[in-house]
């Protein structure tokens, strides 16, 4: 999408979806690195062991359920 091209709205609609995209990116990027360091204490091989997929899939849980909660009490604060 050209947004040269775009009208006032439709470029606010833009920047809005393009900033929601990076901040999802971004908190990919924490919760990746966050359950990695976390969970993976010696070198990967081909496959997680099922410690270390258990531990990633709560981690990740714990992660998604806090960022919610924080995202729930700043909207609560407008």
Same mark, same amino acid.
């Given at each position: 999408?050209?947004? *040269? +091209?775009?009208? =006032?709205?439709?470029?606010?609609?833009?920047? /809005?979806?393009?900033?929601?995209? @990076?901040?999802?990116?971004?908190?990919?990027?924490?919760?990746?690195?966050?359950?990695?360091?976390?969970?993976?204490? *010696? +070198?990967?091989? =081909?496959?997680?062991?099922?410690?270390?997929? /258990?531990?990633?899939?709560?981690? @990740?849980?714990?992660?998604?359920?806090?960022?919610?909660?924080?995202?729930?009490?700043?909207?609560?604060?407008?």
């Amino acid at each position: 999408m050209d947004p *040269s +091209s775009l009208n =006032s709205a439709e470029l606010e609609k833009f920047l /809005s979806q393009e900033k929601e995209r @990076a901040m999802v990116n971004e908190m990919v990027a924490k919760l990746t690195s966050a359950c990695w360091d976390k969970c993976i204490t *010696s +070198s990967p091989g =081909s496959k997680f062991s099922s410690s270390e997929t /258990s531990c990633l899939s709560n981690c @990740a849980h714990r992660y998604m359920d806090m960022s919610l909660i924080i995202m729930k009490r700043f909207q609560s604060m407008n």
